[in-house]
């Protein structure tokens, strides 16, 4: 059956009552889900950082490996030439000789040098993993700190937020989805998360601005859902200044 444009602005502001509330609940958590999740993507940087310079440690420890080899291997040849250099018939082959052993002498002297590069980089980056791995740790003290902070904020409203999702799920289902996603698209562009809002002493109670008479009376007649022309936010009626000085009048004399 199709809900009559009373009882649709009923729901929508039965629903924004709900989430007020809830919205005041996490207002009470203020930052610190947002700084929790900040220091969580901070430490998944760091860890990426580290997991980088152990992919770089090793493979320079793989060169020094392979420097170590070229020199084993260079040493091998150099004994060999020597032993043929004993053997040789004339100067050409002793030359020859001789340029292969001042060679091979020549790559151990450059792998020594690799070698040393890359031990020189390795203990500097050793450094900077030790640096890092210090701001690791304090950052991951703030993130259980702040992770217990919010926890006891949060046990504290528990069962009040669970028991108002519960509601809101209910309040939900007696909206049609093109007005609830209308509702959710004015509450997510409004600063204070009203979607719906009442005329109070003649103006807007979203954005303060006046609403004409004319629009006051179509608004109380609630024949059609009626936007505020300046914040866009749904009018659910109409606050009369009457009712409020009756409410002040008797809170006054009690």
């Known amino acids: 059956m199709e809900s009559t444009v009373t009882q649709k602005l009923e729901a929508l502001l039965n629903l924004q009552k709900i989430d007020s509330r809830l919205d005041a609940i996490f207002k009470v958590r203020g930052a610190l889900p947002e700084e929790v999740q900040d220091l969580e993507d901070e430490l998944a940087g760091y860890e990426t950082r580290l ?25 091998k040849l150099i004994k060999k030439y020597q032993d043929q250099q004993m053997n040789v018939r004339n100067n050409r082959e002793y030359d020859a000789i001789t340029k292969e052993l001042e060679l091979q002498d020549l790559e151990i ?21 030790a640096a890092l791995q210090e701001i690791v740790k304090e950052r991951q003290k703030d993130l259980t700190t ?18 108002l999702n519960t509601e809101r799920e209910k309040a939900v289902k007696k909206i049609e989805d093109r007005l609830y996603k209308s509702y959710t698209k004015i509450r997510g562009n409004a ?15 979203g954005c ?37 000085d009756i409410t002040k009048k008797k809170r006054t004399r009690a």
Do not use: T, W, Y
Not at 191 to 205: E, F, H, P, Q
């Open 51 to 75: 997991q980088k310079f152990q992919v770089d440690i090793a493979a320079l420890e793989d060169d020094i490996k392979r420097f170590k080899e070229n020199i084993k291997e260079s040493e």
């Open 109 to 129: 002297q450059v792998s020594k040098k690799k070698i040393g590069e890359s031990q020189i980089k390795i203990e500097n980056k050793n450094v900077e993993v």
């Open 146 to 163: 702040k992770k217990d902070e919010l926890k006891n904020i949060v046990s504290e409203s528990e069962n009040d937020e669970n028991k």
């Open 191 to 205: 600063k204070n998360g009203l979607a719906v809002v009442m005329v109070k002493r003649g103006a807007c109670g």
């Open 208 to 244: 303060f601005n006046v609403v004409p008479p004319q629009r006051q009376a179509d608004i109380r007649e609630k024949k059609k859902l009626i936007v505020c022309e300046h914040c866009g936010r749904i009018f659910a009626g109409v606050e009369d200044e009457i009712e409020e």
